[in-house]
């Protein structure tokens, strides 16, 4: 393993991951929307100790240009054995609420985008019969609160997807981990007020590497969220329904 | 809008702030509410309210983390401002170079080593570190992005190297380095055991040595006064493979009730400090991270004063006074039976400096920590505060919480001058308290 496909680069997470496996001296294909700090990020990388780093500018939602990318990737690393799908947008719910246009686009950017990407990533690695492919959900998924039920929806479909996936690919050696954070202190979240529970991407990201070298299924990271998310579903829906979370 | 509570390294305040900060290097200039005024915060190590904005924004500035160029022949990094100098380290030491200054810890970012012209054990021989920060861009409010170098832009550059922050967001930097064989350290201990001693030393070692710096025990009194551990260091010109130290990841929980510096623990480690080496003088080789970071492998050793935390007094005495200056200094803190075993001394080189705020000076710098005890410690800052001005001396602000308005105006004479090229839309804490345009 030593050659990643990075899918939403720019993001806090998987900057701070990308930097761990350049310290490894890992080939990087990277993709996202702005090229300047695309470019940015690659130059980093690289000194960081990447072995090598190429990326190209890709939206997400434009499903038809996912093979192209990564027919692409495949030859900038001569065929990738990690893929890492980290893009995502934190939905503003209560405009969601008004706005069923608005809702269908947090959908397939958080959900959709992750179907058509992961499949056709399955496909390629199933192919040569080994490899990872590590998604980004939510703990958001584990159960939909008014608070963020669009963007929690999105993270279910993504989270049920995989485990479907997981399975299939089992027989193919290709492994399917499905990576939970928590709060995470990104400028995704840069509007929320902080607390004890809330995580830096650097160690969020030494999580996801150590997720790929150990071939987990499930990981929330940090650990702790996989107790506290047990018994928020556990809570029974008469219940649930009353609270304010 | 996000407030959140952010506090200084000594933990004396924590105040509410707005929470700002960049994606990168690219970004506009953040819209701020009408009224509000920004600071650039970078990792926080800053002791008093300098690093400070109560009420007002703070400028996260670590997200902006990125290397941007590293040229292995010539020296030269660039790299964006919340870089930290620990990470820079970390990639050029293996390379054969090393920071051309630093500072007592590597947690701090590029960003705030300009903004405070941070200086090392090695001032005397290369100044401060804005002696070799060859260019940076600046972001003022009004969007414009300015470089600036020592021959671009000089007004604004004299301006910002030490201009806590206040001139605009410093995006990235570039520095020059310095060639180094290996990561280790040719580190000599000598027991000092008065101020005279010291002084003879200091003289002795400033041609042979890069590296100079003493812990003195600021307890000691009269005849003792200033006895201590005076360090000479160069870096080893061989590349020997020595087994690396193992560096302890001590943590000091959140919440500590009381401080653990009293007038017991500090006579015991003084002592235990200045006996530690039972010899006049120790000679071994030391990994630079041991020496120049001791306290780095203690995170939040800060913590270790409890929830009311602490201050360093950090002043600089020009030139010949310093000696006698030094020995009141001493005499008044050792009396007090205040102060800390971290109390530090060191000599400051001619070198020009580059800010119009910067602290060193030719001269003797001295460095206390004290367990904040309010009005008792006032009251002793007070007087040392008289010994300092009548020596013509001033404060470190990188290390201030409460200097008086006076003798920052004293101290730094260029401050008006320096007034004209803060930005409009920022402030701070400490410039609110010290600095402000007299009729604003």
Known sequence: MSRALIIGATSAIAEATARILAQRGWHLYLTGR?????????????????ASVNFQTLEANDFAAHDLMLARADAALHYFDTALIAHGTLSDQI????????????ITTNALSVVSLSSRIATRLAARHSGTIVVISSVAGDRGRQSNYVYGCAKSLVTTFLSGLRQRMHKYGVNVITVKPGFVDTPMT????????????ESVAAGIVSAIARKRDVVYLPFFWRPIMLMVRLVPERVFKRLTL | MLTRVIGSWGNVQRVPHEALSLRSRFDPFPRLSRTATLL?????????????????????????????????HTGVIACEAGVLLGEILQLIVPAGWFLAVVPGTQFVTVGGAIANDVHGKNHHRVGAFGNHVLSFELLRSTGERIVCTPKQNTALFHATIGGLGLTGVITWAELQLQPITGPWMDVESIRVTNL????????????????????IDCLASGKRAGRGVLQRANHRADDEQRREPRRGNWGVPRAVPVSFVNSITLRVANTLLYHRQHTKRLRAPKHYQEFFFPLDGIVHWNRLYGPK?????????PGDSAEDALRELLTAIAGSGQGSFLAVLKHCGGIGQ???????????????????????????????????????????????GRMPREMFRAGYP?????????DPRFSSSFWRRVGKAPNA
């Not at chain 2, 935390?309 to 005495?317: H, L, M, P, S, V």
Request: charged share 25%; net charge negative; proline share 4%.
């Open chain 1, 190 to 201: 840069a509007a929320f007020a902080k607390g004890l529970l809330w995580s830096k991407p």
């Open chain 2, 309 to 317: 935390g602490f201050y360093q007094y950090q002043c600089i005495i």
């Open chain 2, 40 to 72: 650039p915060f970078g990792n926080g190590r800053s002791y008093g309210d300098s690093c400070l904005n109560a009420g007002g924004s703070l400028l996260q500035m670590r997200t902006l983390s990125r290397f941007i160029r590293f040229d292995r």
């Open chain 2, 196 to 215: 005279a001693e010291y002084f003879d030393l200091a003289a002795q070692s400033h041609d042979e040595f890069e590296y100079v710096v003493s812990w």
């Open chain 1, 95 to 106: 405009a969601c609420e008004s706005s069923f246009e608005l809702a269908l686009q947090e």
């Open chain 2, 414 to 422: 260029r401050w008006l001058e320096f007034c004209q090229f803060i």
């Open chain 1, 34 to 50: 702005d090229p300047q700090r695309l470019e940015a990020i690659a130059l980093d990388l690289k000194l960081r100790g990447a």
């Open chain 2, 354 to 400: 580059q800010g119009l705020l910067s602290f060193p000076m030719h001269g003797v710098t001295l460095a206390v920590d004290f367990p904040n005890r309010g009005a008792d410690l006032e009251r002793l800052f007070r007087s040392l505060d008289a010994i300092v001005s009548a020596a013509r001396g001033r404060l470190y602000p990188a290390k201030d």
